[in-house]
């Protein structure tokens, strides 16, 4: 623990209060400095957390991921760039050997008046494209205020972007919104070189990487199918292992057997133990700034026996239920597709209870069928289990 007067240090943000995963002390400085999206939320999180400040960022960490989630899922193609430009504090290695400062009981204790003595300023500046892999030729990159994160602002003065397309750099507007068509020929990795320009001319160079991926873009195409996805909570909230009691979140995704989207003999597919949520519908979207990597609807689907046809050929609506991310009651983060059996089972019990007022509505006295393979197996054996133990 160091004791020293907040206020002597500079801006506020002292480095060397957080492990240095990022090396934002050295990133300019030594070769590779290329980031990444996990390094640039890493460099987020670390200046977030080095500075005295409840609030020098505006987001959580977990909050950032989502927003930049939420960007990319809301508006097809396009990537968010990410700027973060600060100067921070590092304490000076020099001032133990001065004697500037000495340990007594484990606390670290300026031997100087004048506590700015004992630290060196540095200055950082990190960029890249928010997303870690991108799907499709055309790229439209966002330069927005809103991904801008710095205590330089007043000092900077010119940003150039070569977005490795072969054209080389383009001059960009920092205090407006601007959005840039990329056209890449090839897929792999393609490395993004940022120039900005501060105060007396003085210019830092940075670079970042992502992946691009032009050759399964149709393999990874939602199928044309009529479909509709809704979002609900469960009725009954379990109160869990841990003292919390809240009613879980399901994405329930309807694809109907007849282009009329009228639900009369549906078969409710469950999803497995999916941490992350990595695995969806139609393997839709990204999630922490990364494409998803399984569809549920072509796992059920796969050859020689593409079940999921089948089915639909036999007048089958399947409804397949997901079990997201999200923000429980408490305001904390629930990950869903690894969640208690008991909870996502009540929300199971809630689709039932909708599927069945839906056929009811419709006029429909089919049966309902449930499927759920290995962990979802599981969760639907508690639903139906509760379903029957309480009428």
Request: net charge negative; with cysteine.
């Amino acid at each position: 623990m160091l004791k020293i007067d907040q206020r002597s240090v500079l801006e506020g943000i002292l480095y060397d209060r957080v492990v240095p995963f990022a090396g934002l002390q050295r990133f300019n400085k030594e070769q590779p400095d290329t980031s990444n999206y996990q390094h640039f939320i890493q460099a987020y999180s670390e200046i977030n957390r080095a500075s005295y400040s409840e609030q020098e960022m505006p987001l959580e960490v977990k909050e950032l991921r989502r927003a930049i989630d939420h960007k990319l899922n809301a508006e097809e193609q396009i990537v968010p760039v990410g700027l973060l430009a600060y100067r921070f504090a590092i304490i000076d290695s020099h001032a133990y050997e001065e004697g500037k400062l000495k340990i007594e009981d484990g606390m670290i204790i300026p031997n100087v008046t004048d506590h700015s003595e004992l630290f060196k300023k540095k200055e950082v500046f990190v960029a890249s494209p928010l997303v870690k892999e991108f799907l499709g030729s055309r790229a439209t990159f966002m330069i927005s205020p809103d991904w801008i994160y710095s205590n330089l602002k007043d000092n900077i003065r010119n940003l150039e972007i070569d977005f490795d397309d072969g054209v080389g750099f383009r001059k960009l507007d920092l205090n407006k919104e601007q959005k840039i068509d990329i056209f890449y020929n090839t897929h792999g990795r393609k490395v993004v070189t940022f120039r900005m320009e501060f105060n007396g001319k003085k210019v830092i160079e940075t670079k970042a990487s992502f992946y691009v991926n032009i050759v399964d873009i149709e393999k990874r195409s939602v199928p044309d199918l009529p479909f509709d996805s809704i979002h609900f909570f469960a009725d009954i909230p379990f109160p869990d292992y841990s003292g919390n009691t809240f009613k879980g979140k399901g994405e329930a995704t309807y694809i109907y057997s007849c282009d009329e989207m009228v639900l009369e003999k549906p078969i409710i597919i469950v999803d497995g133990f999916d941490p992350g949520d990595k695995r969806n519908d139609f393997g839709r979207g990204y999630v922490n700034g990364e494409l998803r990597t399984e569809s549920i609807w072509d796992l059920f689907n796969e050859s020689p026996y593409s079940l999921a046809d089948e089915l639909r050929s036999q007048d089958y609506d399947i409804v397949i239920l997901n079990f997201p991310v999200y923000d429980n009651e408490y305001g904390d983060e629930t990950d869903g597709g690894a969640d208690f059996i008991e909870r996502n089972a009540f929300v199971l019990v809630e689709l039932i209870n909708q599927v069945n007022q839906t056929l009811l509505e419709n006029g429909s006295d089919e049966e309902l069928v449930v499927l759920g393979p290995s962990m979802g197996g599981q969760v639907s054996r508690y639903a139906l289990a509760y379903m029957e133990q309480n009428n």
